[in-house]
């Protein structure tokens, strides 16, 4: 191809816009001469006939510096994506690296924030002082106005040897009637050395209030402050029963105390109030048996003294059973010389009166030596009007729980009859033996009268029921003590048995009403036998089912 031709061809394309030389790879300063163009013949590309129009190649040095062109546009376009790819995982892993140690510092923090909240619940003074502090100005039981006990118990010493940590190597049961001054004297002892390393708590029924009692006494949340919630984790509290929560409460504070006996050199005091509360089931023995295992391990190693405080016999019953390191302290009621001299010194300091001492000894004879009963009668204006109040209430309780209805009762009451009657029955064996008692004159004369007991075995026997002891002590009508002797469960009640036995026509009422129980059982035993279609006349009926016989029914010969 001529120049001429191919100068025609360029000056013809050089008046096209810039989209040309786009399409050809250049920029519009380029010169143009540099350009050659070749049309090629019938046989290009293999095929047949003259060059196709609009077919233009690249020759020479041109073609290189295109190739490497594009070379260069491909790395160019691939580049920004690996390093956008590069960057993206960088930042991932160190996103990945820094949420698993902020979370690892932070469970750490959290394990140690636990146990520095759980060793400051240990220190001195507790929530129950405080308490006891704002209602100095009710009535107590041991502790008056001035804050100074106006009646000294013998257990007193070794309380606060318990709770001061002197006495170790055991754990303690603490039992005894209602209104005996055993929560008056823990608090008494905890006021000594100011609450230090001592927690005490009230016992429920319910596990889920038994183990928020027990997290506020030891400052102890149960993971519900954890905030692994917060990302969609779950909690370590979640799907947990509350004696796993407990368990686990216990795992922190066997920790506080091993920190606490290599810096103190003594042991935790944990009291847990009312235990009575818990239900005799399930549920409630396994709490029991909870505590006493790590009661046990812990009065073995001087790290933990667990104190139980109960009103009734069937904790004991209960822990006995496997039972190693227990101590058990009962608390019973002031003896009369004790009594009566604490009760002349009260009047005599604050009602600038002393009475007679037949008048203390009749206070004595009526309400006995519980510290409940001689609060109220001390701090009243007339003492022997009190003391018949008590003694009417508390026969009021037993009429209203354990009365009897005699003969006439209707049979859907029969259940509730068998409780009242065994009750019945029992009291007037108790009765039976204090006229015994007072016969032989075996009264001690520090002691004043001494109420009538019975041996456990013996009073189910007399009630011909061993289920119903528990409830009747369960609702302060009798008691049992540790060494499992029944009586009343104070002089009042006692007072009040012997009044109902004394009226007249009670033994007929309990009777008939004994009857009526048995007429009610027999016929729901007895099965009635009809037969119909007979003629008139005698038959005589043979046969034993019980035997496998068959009953027969013929008529006898004349």
């Given at each position: 191809m001529s120049s001429c031709f191919r100068s025609d061809i360029l000056n013809r394309y050089s008046q096209q816009n810039t989209i040309f030389y786009s399409f050809l790879g250049l920029n519009g300063t380029r010169s143009p001469t540099k350009i050659s163009f070749c049309l090629r013949s019938k046989r290009y590309a293999g095929g047949i006939g003259g060059p196709t129009p609009g077919q233009i190649q690249l020759q020479g040095e041109d073609a290189n510096e295109s190739t490497q062109t594009e070379r260069r546009k491909t790395r160019l376009t691939w580049s920004p994506t690996l390093f956008k790819m590069f960057e993206s995982a960088a930042t991932t892993l160190a996103s990945i690296l820094v949420l698993g140690l902020a979370g690892y510092g932070y469970h750490r923090y959290y394990k140690y924030l636990v146990l520095k909240k759980m060793t400051k619940a240990f220190e001195p003074g507790d929530p129950v002082l405080e308490l006891a502090a704002l209602g100095r100005g009710v009535p107590s039981t041991v502790l008056e106005e001035d804050d100074q006990p106006w009646i000294r118990k013998v257990e007193q010493l070794k309380i606060d040897q318990i709770v001061s940590g002197t006495h170790r190597g055991h754990y303690h049961l603490i039992i005894g009637e209602k209104g005996t001054g055993k929560s008056s004297m823990l608090l008494d002892a905890m006021q000594k050395v100011g609450g230090e390393g001592i927690s005490m708590f009230e016992a429920h029924a319910d596990l889920e209030i038994f183990r928020i009692r027990l997290g506020k006494a030891l400052d102890y949340e149960f993971h519900e402050d954890y905030i692994g919630s917060l990302f969609s984790i779950k909690g370590p509290r979640e799907g947990n029963t509350a004696l796993l929560d407990i368990e686990r409460a216990f795992n922190k504070l066997e920790k506080v105390a091993l920190r606490r006996r290599e810096i103190v050199g003594k042991p935790l005091v944990l009291i847990i109030n009312s235990t009575h509360l818990l239900r005799d089931d399930e549920d409630g023995r396994d709490l029991l048996e909870l505590?006493?295992?790590?009661?046990?391990?812990?009065?073995?190693?001087?790290?933990?003294?667990?104190?139980?405080?109960?009103?009734?016999?069937?904790?004991?019953?209960?822990?006995?059973?496997?039972?190693?390191?227990?101590?058990?302290?009962?608390?019973?009621?002031?003896?009369?010389?004790?009594?009566?001299?604490?009760?002349?010194?009260?009047?005599?300091?604050?009602?600038?009166?002393?009475p007679s001492t037949q008048v203390l000894e009749e206070i004595f004879n009526r309400v006995g030596g519980r510290l409940t009963f001689l609060n109220r009668v001390a701090k009243s204006v007339d003492m022997l009007e009190t003391c018949d109040h008590i003694c009417g209430t508390e026969k009021t309780w037993f009429l209203n729980k354990c009365w009897i209805l005699g003969e006439d009762m209707d049979?859907?009451?029969?259940?509730?009859?068998?409780?009242?009657?065994?009750?019945?029955?029992?009291?007037?064996?108790?009765?039976?033996?204090?006229?015994?008692?007072?016969?032989?004159?075996?009264?001690?004369?520090?002691?004043?009268?001494?109420?009538?007991?019975?041996p456990l075995h013996k009073a189910r026997e007399i009630m011909t029921r061993a289920d119903f002891i528990r409830s009747y002590d369960h609702i302060n009508i009798f008691t049992i003590d540790a060494q499992a002797?029944?009586?009343?469960?104070?002089?009042?009640?006692?007072?009040?048995?012997?009044?109902?036995?004394?009226?007249?026509?009670?033994?007929?009422?309990?009777?008939?009403?004994?009857?009526?129980?048995?007429?009610?059982?027999?016929?729901?035993?007895?099965?009635?036998?009809?037969?119909?279609?007979?003629?008139?006349?005698q038959y005589k009926i043979s046969g034993r089912s019980d035997r496998g016989e068959g009953i027969t029914v013929e008529i006898p010969p004349a």
């Amino acid at each position: 191809m001529s120049s001429c031709f191919r100068s025609d061809i360029l000056n013809r394309y050089s008046q096209q816009n810039t989209i040309f030389y786009s399409f050809l790879g250049l920029n519009g300063t380029r010169s143009p001469t540099k350009i050659s163009f070749c049309l090629r013949s019938k046989r290009y590309a293999g095929g047949i006939g003259g060059p196709t129009p609009g077919q233009i190649q690249l020759q020479g040095e041109d073609a290189n510096e295109s190739t490497q062109t594009e070379r260069r546009k491909t790395r160019l376009t691939w580049s920004p994506t690996l390093f956008k790819m590069f960057e993206s995982a960088a930042t991932t892993l160190a996103s990945i690296l820094v949420l698993g140690l902020a979370g690892y510092g932070y469970h750490r923090y959290y394990k140690y924030l636990v146990l520095k909240k759980m060793t400051k619940a240990f220190e001195p003074g507790d929530p129950v002082l405080e308490l006891a502090a704002l209602g100095r100005g009710v009535p107590s039981t041991v502790l008056e106005e001035d804050d100074q006990p106006w009646i000294r118990k013998v257990e007193q010493l070794k309380i606060d040897q318990i709770v001061s940590g002197t006495h170790r190597g055991h754990y303690h049961l603490i039992i005894g009637e209602k209104g005996t001054g055993k929560s008056s004297m823990l608090l008494d002892a905890m006021q000594k050395v100011g609450g230090e390393g001592i927690s005490m708590f009230e016992a429920h029924a319910d596990l889920e209030i038994f183990r928020i009692r027990l997290g506020k006494a030891l400052d102890y949340e149960f993971h519900e402050d954890y905030i692994g919630s917060l990302f969609s984790i779950k909690g370590p509290r979640e799907g947990n029963t509350a004696l796993l929560d407990i368990e686990r409460a216990f795992n922190k504070l066997e920790k506080v105390a091993l920190r606490r006996r290599e810096i103190v050199g003594k042991p935790l005091v944990l009291i847990i109030n009312s235990t009575h509360l818990l239900r005799d089931d399930e549920d409630g023995r396994d709490l029991l048996e909870l505590i006493q295992q790590r009661a046990e391990q812990w009065a073995a190693s001087n790290l933990v003294t667990v104190v139980f405080n109960s009103d009734d016999y069937w904790v004991y019953e209960r822990l006995k059973q496997y039972s190693t390191r227990m101590d058990v302290l009962p608390v019973l009621d002031l003896p009369k010389d004790q009594a009566v001299s604490a009760l002349r010194q009260y009047r005599v300091r604050n009602f600038k009166e002393e009475p007679s001492t037949q008048v203390l000894e009749e206070i004595f004879n009526r309400v006995g030596g519980r510290l409940t009963f001689l609060n109220r009668v001390a701090k009243s204006v007339d003492m022997l009007e009190t003391c018949d109040h008590i003694c009417g209430t508390e026969k009021t309780w037993f009429l209203n729980k354990c009365w009897i209805l005699g003969e006439d009762m209707d049979d859907d009451v029969m259940d509730q009859q068998k409780y009242a009657a065994a009750a019945m029955l029992l009291a007037k064996a108790l009765v039976d033996q204090e006229k015994e008692i007072l016969g032989k004159g075996t009264n001690h004369p520090g002691q004043g009268q001494l109420l009538p007991q019975l041996p456990l075995h013996k009073a189910r026997e007399i009630m011909t029921r061993a289920d119903f002891i528990r409830s009747y002590d369960h609702i302060n009508i009798f008691t049992i003590d540790a060494q499992a002797m029944v009586r009343a469960d104070s002089v009042p009640m006692q007072r009040a048995f012997r009044q109902i036995c004394s009226e007249p026509g009670f033994g007929e009422h309990l009777q008939a009403t004994l009857d009526r129980i048995s007429a009610i059982e027999s016929l729901g035993r007895t099965r009635e036998l009809v037969a119909k279609d007979l003629i008139a006349g005698q038959y005589k009926i043979s046969g034993r089912s019980d035997r496998g016989e068959g009953i027969t029914v013929e008529i006898p010969p004349a």
